[in-house]
């Protein structure tokens, strides 16, 4: 019998999920409207809203080999806190820094809101800038 708290057993499967670049599997812990905020002066940065937003998400993401390692997760009622590693594996440049996510859980135990915090804010913006694009006008005001 688990006596770990489902919250950080959920942010596990999360993680699972990421590794495999499953996003079905990493979708199966978000709430319908989940909110998730990426910090950045870039093309992926905002907040994303709703599973296929997040979903999007994480699929532009995975064409850079994107990677997490776990090094600290924490859950007090209705919040975990995970500290991770996350680099990239392919793409121009390369992304090794640290990162904290502030993970909240709404009423039915899924991940409603999610705030990413960067050890390196301005590493990631290169990194981003110089594998995505924004899309050309008129489709990128549509």
Excluded: C
């Excluded at 942010?11 to 910090?39: C, H, K, M």
């Excluded at 409603?112 to 005001?141: C, E, K, T, Y």
């Amino acid at each position: 019998m688990s006596t770990k708290d489902p919250k950080i057993e959920a942010v596990e499967r999360f993680f699972t999920a990421y590794a495999a670049n499953d996003v079905d599997g990493i979708a199966q812990v978000l709430s319908q409207d989940i909110e998730w905020t990426i910090p950045g002066h870039h093309p992926l940065a905002g907040t994303k809203r709703g599973i296929s937003e997040v979903r999007s998400f994480f699929e532009q993401l995975g064409k850079t080999g994107f990677q997490a390692e776990p090094l600290f997760l924490g859950a007090n009622e209705e919040y975990v806190v995970d500290v991770h590693r996350g680099w990239s594996t392919e793409g121009v440049g390369k992304v090794d820094t640290t990162w904290a996510l502030v993970w909240h859980f709404g009423s039915d135990g899924k991940v409603d809101r999610v705030i990413n915090l960067s050890g390196d804010q301005h590493q990631m913006d290169s990194f981003v800038w110089s594998n995505f694009s924004l899309a050309s006008l008129p489709d990128r005001l549509a």
